[in-house]
């Protein structure tokens, strides 16, 4: 029985050996975050600032690796294989970890089982934007502009299944109207059709949002945040209206299931350090990040999964049918 019971325990009593001298002596080379957007946009490029200083306070490199596609699943599940030996983190969306699971029959990855949370690292609020000519100055007058005229506004979406598609029949439930979705394969597109008014409304993250509001050639109505953005104070949250509206964009910092819980919290860690930096701080909020720290990897999972709720209601009470 003894010689049964050393066959059992030996192989994992050495796995576990392994996995703390591999942190205690991590990083000993360079480490990796995979993103999940094609190199250049707004979110590689956060992602490169913050794996600079990460690299800095680690003492070795932390390479970016640009996993675009899939609706993020192709960079997601790059990771979700990668060892779990603290080498690898993805840089995940919400789409990958929240909104996926819920708008996707399957997937090949698993969002809340591959993963283990490490950091949160910024929020990204909306705006819902009209065209100038449109009357409406608040939320509640582009309401009472539909359904003054059923039909007659159109909303540019990125779909769907998507993050502005799901916001935009969300509103149209609390609303009591319906407002037409016009989906974009592209919204570069249905950006240039809002600026043009071929279409009156459309819902724009931050960092796409801001240039076109200082130009003057969209008008806010509301964030989707349920505080108002700094910066853009002027600009009424959703939630003034519809009480508890809170659906914005977010990134995460997340590690292969397995991952020695010391790398994770060091990583953590020095995480929170990078993001209460000034300069950092000062960076990301100019690009329409907003951030204010890491947080623990337990608040991380905390918040992972009250998202993963809220979405789902969404989802269900929208009618939205995975595919």
């Known amino acids: 029985m003894f010689t049964a019971l050393r066959a059992v ?25 995979i993103v999940t957007q094609a190199a250049g946009g707004t979110p590689d490029i956060i992602a490169r600032l913050l794996a600079d200083k990460l690299g800095q306070a ?3 490199q932390v390479i970016v690796e640009n996993r675009p596609g899939g609706a993020n699943a192709i960079g997601a599940q790059a990771a979700a294989r990668s060892a779990p ?15 996926n699971p819920h708008t996707f029959k399957s997937l090949p990855y698993d969002a809340a089982k591959d993963f283990v949370p490490v950091a949160t690292i910024a929020r990204v609020p909306f705006f819902v934007m009209v065209n100038p000519e449109v009357e409406a100055k608040t939320l509640p007058e582009l309401v009472a502009l539909e359904k ?23 509103l149209s439930k609390l609303g009591g109207v319906t407002y037409t979705q ?29 240039p076109h509001m200082q130009q003057g050639k969209l008008r806010a109505l509301a964030t989707s945040s ?20 809170d659906f914005i964009g977010w990134f995460a910092l997340v590690a292969p299931a397995g991952t020695p819980k ?21 960076r990301m909020q100019k690009a329409g990040f907003y951030s204010d720290g890491a947080g623990t990897p337990d608040s991380t999972a905390a918040y992972v999964k009250a998202q993963y709720d809220a979405w789902g209601k969404v989802v269900k009470e929208i009618g939205l049918q995975p595919e």
Do not use: C, H
Request: no cysteine.
């Open 182 to 210: 016009v989906p974009y394969t592209a919204m570069p597109s249905g950006i240039q059709d809002a600026l043009a008014g071929r279409v009156q409304v459309v819902i724009l993250a931050v960092p796409s949002a801001a």
């Open 262 to 282: 010391p790398i994770v919290e060091r990583v953590n860690r020095e995480m929170d350090k990078v993001l209460k930096d000034p300069e950092v701080r000062a």
């Open 226 to 245: 349920a505080q108002k953005v700094p910066g853009f104070e002027q600009v009424a949250p959703i939630a003034e209206t519809y009480p508890g509206f």
């Open 9 to 33: 325990l030996f192989p994992v009593l050495l796995v576990a050996a392994t996995a703390q001298a591999g942190a205690q002596t991590w990083p000993d080379r360079p480490v990796k975050f």
């Open 58 to 60: 680690i003492g070795q």
């Open 148 to 170: 003054k005229k059923p039909g007659t506004l159109s909303v540019a979406t990125d779909g769907q299944r998507n993050f502005s598609g799901m916001l935009t029949a969300w």
């Open 85 to 99: 030996d603290g080498y690898t983190f993805l840089f995940a969306t919400a789409a990958a970890l929240v909104t």
